[in-house]
């Protein structure tokens, strides 16, 4: 049995806890939701559960397919155990069709699909709406080695492949998504979460949003929108 001890952070969606087991850490799933850097919140009663058992599908199949991942197992409809990790601060963001802040930032007309996806990294902090920094960053500010880099871009692109087959087989479209990574003994390992809260999806048929850009949109039905994405992958809620 394991047994919920401290809360060692409460961010916009999750809560991580520490446990009787070392080293490992109970990631709890909430309500919450947020976007424009935490300016816009509300509750979307169910979204914790939805976005927990998305995650553990996720984290299996990327794990199944060769890829380390934090993720453990499932401990109850909100809650999973991972491997404790020291995060870099740093969001790696891959583009396999241009939307979003790509868009805003380079004026760039809205659905054009890249050949070669498009990878990003962004700094972890909300007070500057998440910059957009590159790999001489990193290594200048010292949030990262070369090596960190090349394995953070490397395994971003075999998820990259992985979940772009998943996605289309299941009739959806992988626009983008964010992923983190962490330090561990077993080396830099894949953290933190894959859920609809952090990627765009689209309807391979219609082009519909299914994704948090509901939420920030007001475009409604957002946990209804993860739950038909979860029944298309044939994830058991
Ligand atoms: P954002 O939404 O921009 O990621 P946040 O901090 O508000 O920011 P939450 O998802 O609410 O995000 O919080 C989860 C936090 O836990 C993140 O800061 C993430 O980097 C961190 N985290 C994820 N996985 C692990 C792990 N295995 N060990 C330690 N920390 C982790
Ligand atoms: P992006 O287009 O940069 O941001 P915005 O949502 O402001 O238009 O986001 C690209 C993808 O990465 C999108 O699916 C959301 C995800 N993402 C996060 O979930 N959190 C983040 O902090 C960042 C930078 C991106």
Redesign the pocket.
Same mark, same amino acid.
């Given at each position: 049995m394991i047994e919920k001890k401290e809360l060692l &952070?409460e +961010? #916009?969606? #999750?809560s @991580?806890y520490s446990t009787s087991n070392n080293g490992e @850490?109970l990631?709890v799933y909430r309500d919450d939701t947020s976007a424009f850097d935490g300016k816009k919140t509300e509750a979307l009663k169910g979204k914790g559960e939805i976005n927990n058992r998305f995650n553990a599908f996720i984290m299996e199949y990327l794990s199944d397919n060769g890829i380390n991942t934090?993720f453990l197992k499932e401990t109850s409809n909100n809650e999973s155990l991972?491997? &404790? @990790?020291d995060?870099l601060p740093v969001e790696c963001v891959v583009r396999n069709i241009a939307t979003g802040s790509l868009c805003r930032r380079l004026g760039v007309e809205q659905g054009l699909k890249f050949e070669n996806p498009l990878f990003e990294f962004f700094l #972890?902090n !909300?007070e500057l709406g998440?910059p957009l920094i590159n790999d001489n960053h990193i290594i200048a500010f010292e949030w990262g080695t070369q090596e960190e880099i090349d394995k953070m871009k490397e395994l971003t692109f075999k998820i990259n492949e992985l979940l772009c087959s998943l996605f289309d087989d299941a009739g959806l479209i992988l626009v983008d998504y964010k992923v /983190?990574y +962490?330090r561990h003994s077993e080396g830099l390992i894949l +953290? !933190? /979460?894959f859920t609809p809260d952090g990627c765009r999806i689209w309807d391979k048929e219609t082009g519909e949003s299914l994704d948090k850009d509901r939420f920030r949109k007001d475009l409604g039905d957002v946990v209804e929108s993860y739950q038909i994405v979860a029944h298309k992958l044939g994830i058991s809620i």
């Open positions: &952070s +961010g #916009k969606a #999750k @991580l @850490l990631m934090h991972v491997k &404790s @990790l995060m #972890k !909300d998440d /983190e +962490g +953290g !933190d /979460e």
